[in-house]
């Protein structure tokens, strides 16, 4: 599997902006999808978001979706998570994924799965006064 390097984490304000980066280990990613999935303290790893690295298309879980922005370098082998308006409940370590995609709920709820089973360290995110 695809590995990688997270950073760009770190205390923040309410309302503040925060950008992530994470850089990839495999040759190419045009084959991809690449994801940020998050893990706050007690509770389980819940997707962000995820990018078609070929075509980059896009798709956000309800819970960031006007807040967060997804993006890829294609020449750097990068993917970038713009996140603003950061709202403590943000707080978490933030990971990258391959294989992730978009699940439509019953209902309308969107969410970011993924069956990627090779987590890095993260890059921690803290959003606090």
């Known amino acids: 599997q695809v590995q990688f390097v997270e950073s760009g984490g770190g205390l923040v304000q309410p309302g503040g902006s925060l950008r992530l980066s994470c850089a990839a280990s495999a040759f190419t990613l045009d084959s991809y999808t690449i994801g940020w999935f998050r893990q706050a303290p007690g509770k389980e790893r819940e997707g962000v978001s995820c990018?078609?690295?070929?075509?980059?298309?896009?798709g956000y879980a309800d819970s960031v979706k006007g807040r967060f922005t997804i993006s890829r370098d294609n020449a750097q082998k990068t993917v970038s998570l713009q996140m603003n308006s950061l709202k403590p409940e943000d707080t978490a370590i933030y990971y990258c994924?391959?294989?992730?995609?978009?699940?439509?709920?019953?209902?309308?709820?969107?969410?970011?799965?993924?069956?990627?089973?090779?987590w890095g360290q993260g890059t921690q995110v803290a959003v606090a006064s």
């Open positions: 990018i078609n690295f070929s075509d980059g298309s896009t």
């Open positions: 994924a391959t294989d992730c995609r978009v699940l439509v709920r019953p209902g309308g709820t969107k969410m970011i799965i993924t069956t990627y089973d090779s």
